[in-house]
Nanobody, 125 residues
Framework: QVQLQESGPGLVKPSQTLSLTCTVS??????????WSWIRQPPGKGMEWMGA???????YYSPSFKSRTSISRDTSKNQITLQLSSVTPEDTAVYYC?????????????????WGQGTQVTVSS
């Protein structure tokens, strides 16, 4: 059973860079055809796909976030990381990491089979 666990600061100040880590257990982030995404849900809104990293290391970003998002991985720790720069209060959301076994429809959050529990991030001074 694949398990994902997000971690990071719960409170970030405006203009700072948000950094989150997703630790994966019960499976490898290099598993064939696996794609690992960061997805968020602002209060009162739907899920927003931010970007993904594939099992071979390529990255994919939503145009909405591409200019200030970086996704990377540490295969030795089986972790995926998200960095979101120049945050504003509009970046307040629950942030999730999730996995799917195909690069088809990476931005379709309904296609993901494993999810972390999510971590609340609030952007406030």
């Amino acid at each position: 059973q694949v398990q994902l666990q997000e971690s990071g600061p719960g409170l970030v100040k405006p203009s700072q860079t948000l950094s989150l880590t997703c630790t994966v257990s019960g499976g490898s982030i290099t598993t064939n055809r696996s794609y690992w995404s960061w997805i968020r849900q602002p209060p009162g809104k739907g899920m927003e796909w931010m970007g993904a990293i594939g099992y071979r290391g390529p990255t994919y970003y939503s145009p909405s976030f591409k200019s200030r998002t970086s996704i990377s991985r540490d295969t030795s720790k089986n972790q995926i990381t998200l960095q979101l720069s120049s945050v504003t209060p509009e970046d307040t959301a629950v942030y999730y990491c999730a996995r799917k076994l195909s690069d088809y429809g990476l931005d379709d959050t309904a296609r993901y089979d494993y999810w972390g529990q999510g971590t609340q991030v609030t952007v406030s001074s």
